[in-house]
């Protein structure tokens, strides 16, 4: 059924954002000193999915770096990362935005 893939995909997100978001953005998204938080973060909350994935996808370095005040660089996880990876993450991150 429908909404068991979509519990199923969230479930991936979530698996995927501890593995490879919670290092830097912190326990439910709630940030570090190394990354911004996604909750109440309007590009991730009210953000289109597919700029949100090339965010994750490419990463955010230099003159693209969003949030000046942390000192590391949005990883690209371009490689790293499947296509349908990266939009269950998107997903999942979406929802810790908006609690």
Do not use: W
């Amino acid at each position: 059924s429908l909404a068991y893939a979509g519990s199923a995909l969230a479930a991936d997100g979530a698996a995927i954002f501890k593995a490879k978001c919670l290092p830097c953005h912190g326990p439910d998204g709630a940030g570090t000193a190394m990354a911004p938080a996604f909750k109440g973060n309007a590009f991730i909350k009210d953000g289109k999915l597919e700029d949100i994935m090339a965010v994750v996808t490419n990463g955010r370095a230099g003159a693209e770096k969003k949030y000046k005040q942390f000192a590391i660089a949005m990883p690209p996880q371009k490689g790293a990362m499947s296509e349908a990876d990266i939009k269950a993450v998107v997903e999942y991150g979406k929802t810790l935005a908006g609690k």
